[in-house]
């Protein structure tokens, strides 16, 4: 019988490999039946690991001669690295010797393998290795990681083992350090490329991250005439290595009306940190006009056809009123399709409540719907003489100004926002139309200083009936010249403090017609009513208008300009403003850590108060090869390995789960019991492990040496 050497198995005399199938050793070096005595070199280690790049297959006899029967065989090997400290790019190669010296005395065929992280990407030539008693055999090691984001930067262990493929127990193995160098690689696309319309057109910048290391990014976007607006007009990202961004941007151009349509070309650039060449996207906007070109054509063919047909009509005149009472001289211009204003004169010689005249002058051509001055005679006047304010509500300034004049009123105006009247129309007056006031009194006219959707007719709207005007000369409820009989007076409602929708209802319940005006206030919400004009309470005539004044709520607020201003004064500004505040961190080569860099939205954008701006804070310069950003906030400015900013991702992630929900000692962010802050900046209050507390420390303590010079 023959004993194996390897397991202890006994063997027929004749077997050349051991029976057990867990061991399978060769027998050839077996030189008796007795198992022989085995000495293991210092070199040897049989207890490693190694995991071999080639999977083991069945031994082969023995090409060397052998020691005479009855010797003691020994069996070992030991494997040296010629580096074991070696550096590589992504996307190039670095190669190193391994020596593998058999200390045995019989020839042995090995294997060769690696093991770790960078495995994937390292060749054996040879991978297999046969090797005489005391000889030495070498093989190259190769690593040749690709250019690729998922090779991360930073130290890879390594270990090459070596294995007898004749007896498994026969091993070593040796281990070193790979260092792999970061790059930086920004891709990007704009889609579309071109868009159409007259609204807006949605326009997605995708950046990508196609380096190993994290990437913050800035996008801007620009057209060389300006035709263009971008909302937002600029964006920034913090990409991690593979990762990608989606920035969606509305591209519109101004409002033309007529026109053909403008191709504006933009661009669209991706910068990176540190300098480098931007990424430049181009795209194209297609403005399309509201009407086609054609449109103006039309119309100024028709206009010209409607001016020639009125040239041969007969124009519309100013009627004879002189004589005839108020309402009825009223009741002439308004079927003549006038707007009458009332105009009371002083005058000895004509009986009260009769017409004297009208300007314009009766016969001369006026375009109907225009407004016509009616003046009307209060008789005589002496000592302090009470004149009736003329109602100039709708009309133009112009207009306004010379009724009031005629009036013998004195008239100042003063501009007010009104998105619903038309621009340069009287909004209201103060004294109000109808109130007795002292001849030579000021008026004071509130005109529009719009926008307006469209311009506001200067004639009587379509719901002005013959009793409008004289309403208002009667909501004394006196009813001096008869013209008011019959009309029914009501109260304007109380609607202040009254959403807008509810306040309106309440008015047009009433008979009356609700005029909006809009109003910026900080303290009353949007949307609610302020008052109303005429004011509440007042007596008026069924189908009177009345002016809604709705606050708008609070004014928009500039974002202040805060670039080269310290993180907090920009915070304490911000607050002041009554703006909400988001950190972004972002590396600056020119400003020192701590700094503010930019704001999204830029500073000048106007918002409303409550608005979030982003305040860009600078990191100070970038991470040398091999570190990254610790982001233990968005503007830690610290310098560390991945796997400490890996772990400092995980911690905050964590963060809520490790606060203690009972514990208040140290205030609200208590941690439970195992955990201390890890005050790795200011204020940080995440809880951590007491190891990642000192690691964070230490970490502070070098970052120093740790960035680009």
């Not at 074991?84 to 042995?108: C, F, I, K, M, W």
């Not at 607006?229 to 920034?236: G, S």
């Not at 399709?337 to 010689?349: C, E, I, M, N, T």
């Not at 000592?383 to 003329?390: N, T, Y």
Request: aromatic share 4%; with cysteine.
């Amino acid at each position: 019988m023959r004993e194996c050497s390897t397991c202890g198995t006994p063997n027929s005399t004749d077997a050349e490999f051991c029976v057990n199938p867990q061991c399978r050793t060769y027998l050839g070096w077996a030189t008796s039946t007795a198992a022989p005595v085995r000495e293991q070199p210092s070199g040897a280690r049989a207890d490693t690991p190694v995991t071999a790049g080639v999977a083991p297959g069945p031994p082969r006899p023995a090409t060397a001669p052998t020691a005479a029967p009855g010797n003691r065989q020994r069996y070992g090997v030991h494997l040296s690295l010629e580096q074991n400290q070696l550096t590589v790019d992504p996307g190039s190669a670095v190669v190193t010797t391994l020596t593998v010296h058999n200390t045995g005395t019989r020839v042995e065929e090995f294997e060769l393998g690696v093991a770790g992280p960078m495995r994937p990407f390292a060749h054996l030539e040879p991978a297999v290795l046969s090797v005489f008693p005391d000889d030495r055999a070498t093989a190259v090691l190769r690593f040749a990681p690709p250019r690729d984001p998922g090779v991360r930067a930073g130290q890879a262990p390594f270990l090459v083992g070596v294995r007898s493929r004749v007896n498994a127990r026969v091993s070593d193995s040796g281990s070193g350090t790979l260092t792999v160098g970061s790059f930086s690689e920004v891709q990007a696309a704009l889609r579309p490329e071109t868009s159409r319309g007259r609204k807006a057109g949605k326009h997605t910048v995708t950046t990508t991250n196609a380096g190993n290391v994290p990437l913050a990014v800035q996008i801007v976007l620009t057209d060389r005439t300006g035709a263009l607006t971008f909302q937002p007009p600029q964006a920034a990202a913090q990409l991690g290595p593979g990762a990608a961004a989606e920035t969606s941007v509305l591209v519109g151009g101004g409002r033309k009306w007529f026109g053909r349509t403008e191709s504006h070309a933009f661009t669209a650039q991706v910068g990176r940190p540190g300098g480098g060449a931007p990424v430049t996207l181009n795209g194209v906007r297609n403005q399309v006009p509201i009407f086609p070109w054609w449109v103006p054509v039309a119309a100024a063919v028709v206009l010209a056809l409607t001016l020639a047909v009125v040239a041969l009509w007969p124009g519309d005149k100013v009627p004879s009123i002189a004589g005839k009472s108020r309402a009825d001289a009223e009741r002439t211009l308004q079927e003549a399709g006038y707007r009458p204003v009332y105009v009371p004169k002083v005058d000895a010689g004509i009986p009260f409540g009769q017409a004297i005249g009208t300007e314009p002058q009766a016969n001369e051509e006026l375009e109907r719907g225009s407004p016509v001055n009616l003046h009307v005679s209060i008789g005589p006047c002496e000592g302090e003489c009470l004149i009736e304010v003329p109602n100039v509500l709708g009309l133009p300034l112009a207009d306004a100004r010379k009724a009031l004049e005629q009036a013998e009123f004195g008239v100042r105006h003063f501009e007010q926002q009104s998105p619903e009247i038309a621009k340069g129309t009287v909004i209201t007056t103060t004294p109000a139309a109808g109130e007795q006031k002292a001849r030579g009194s000021e008026v004071a006219l509130a005109v529009s200083s719009g926008p307006a959707p469209t311009p506001t007719p200067a004639g009587p709207t379509s719901g002005a009936g013959p009793g409008d005007e004289k309403d208002e000369a009667g909501k004394d409820g006196t009813g001096k010249d008869g013209a008011d009989k019959g009309k029914e007076q009501v109260p304007v409602p109380d609607v202040a403090g009254l959403p807008e929708a509810e306040a309106v209802a309440k008015i047009e319940s009433k008979g009356l017609t609700a005029t909006r005006v809009g109003k910026p206030d900080d303290t009353v919400a949007k949307g609610t009513v302020l008052a109303t004009e005429p004011a509440a309470q007042t007596m008026v005539a069924k189908g009177s208008a009345v002016t809604v004044t709705v606050s708008s709520g609070p004014k928009p607020v500039a974002v202040p300009g805060l670039a080269g201003k310290p993180k907090a004064q920009a915070l304490s500004e911000l607050a002041a403003l009554g703006l909400k505040t988001e950190i972004g961190g972002k590396s600056s080569t020119t400003m020192a850590a701590g700094t503010v860099l930019s704001t999204v939205p830029a500073a000048g954008t106007e918002v409303r108060p409550g608005t979030e701006v982003t305040v860009v804070v600078s990191q100070g310069r970038p991470c040398k090869t091999g570190f990254v950003f610790r982001s233990a906030a968005p503007d830690d400015p610290v310098c560390v390995d991945q796997a400490t900013a890996d772990r400092t991702k995980t911690e905050n992630d964590q963060a809520k789960s490790r606060v203690s929900t009972t514990d208040r000692t140290y205030g609200p962010d208590t941690c439970v019991q195992g955990y201390v802050w890890r005050e790795a900046v200011p204020n940080d209050h995440v809880c951590v492990a007491t190891r990642s507390r000192a690691d964070a420390a230490a970490d502070n303590a070098a970052d120093k040496d740790r960035h680009v010079k």
